[in-house]
């Protein structure tokens, strides 16, 4: 059971948009910043969000993510066929000192 | 450009050690924190341990006590002591530069893969 909650799976026909939420508590997602993962078959994780709603060099601004109280979104607006990957989002926990990821959401482009 | 370069993978008995290392190029590596991040297989991905530019450490619950993360800033490279391996420690090990928190995982090793099993 992760400390993190992510749905397992969402999907949307391409060209449309998707929200994927992440939702923790006081002493993670409430206090501290979120970063936001998507890793492609057999591939190593990309940094896609960082301090909840920053964007790397390179990352599309059809990614955003945003943050509200304890818990944070992760929304892609014109989805393409190549966006199908799984999603994390992860963060610090006080409570245990120690990084926390969800359980990871599966994007399917239909 | 930044490269991370991760080894020391392999198979390895129940109760038994390995260490991982991972190679940085591309940056200034001692101003960063650098952690490790496994993926079973199948399964998300799980914070390990982490270590701070200043040189605290932190690790996850699971492996308090058997791996020790450590870093040699004068040769760029990261390490993970694994002891007491257990079956469940078996995953992909990807080395990543920064911390989850403030700044986020900037970039990732491509993994080595640890398989505990008798």
């Known amino acids: 059971q992760s400390v993190l909650t992510q749905p397992p799976s969402v999907s949307a026909a391409p060209g449309q948009k998707v929200s994927i939420s992440c939702s923790g508590s006081s002493s993670n997602i409430g206090s501290r910043s979120v970063s936001w993962y998507h890793q492609l078959p057999g591939t190593a994780p990309k940094l896609l969000i960082y301090d909840n709603n920053k964007r790397p060099s390179g990352i599309p601004d059809r990614f955003s993510g945003s943050k509200s109280g304890t818990s944070a979104t992760l929304g892609i607006t014109g989805l393409q066929t190549g966006d199908e990957a799984d999603y994390y989002c992860?963060?610090?926990?006080?409570?245990?000192?120690?990084?926390?990821f969800g359980g990871g959401t599966k994007l399917t482009v239909l | 450009e930044v490269q991370l370069l991760e080894s020391g993978g392999g198979l390895v008995q129940p109760g038994g050690s390995l260490r991982l290392s991972c190679a940085a190029s591309?940056?200034?590596?001692?101003?960063?924190?650098m952690t490790w991040v496994r993926q079973a297989p199948g399964k998300g991905l799980e914070w390990v341990s982490s270590?701070?530019?200043?040189?605290?450490?932190y690790y996850t619950d699971s492996v308090k006590g058997r791996f020790t993360i450590s870093r040699d800033n004068s040769k760029n490279t990261l390490y993970l002591q694994m002891n007491s391996l257990r079956v469940e420690d078996t995953a992909v090990y990807h080395c990543?530069?920064?911390?989850?928190?403030?700044?986020?995982?900037?970039?990732w090793g491509q993994g080595t893969l640890v398989t505990v099993s008798s």
């Open positions: 992860g963060t610090w926990d006080d409570s245990l000192n120690a990084g926390v």
């Open positions: 990543a530069k920064g911390g989850i928190g403030e700044g986020g995982l900037y970039n």
């Open positions: 591309g940056f200034s590596f001692g101003g960063y924190a």
């Open positions: 270590v701070g530019s200043g040189g605290d450490t």
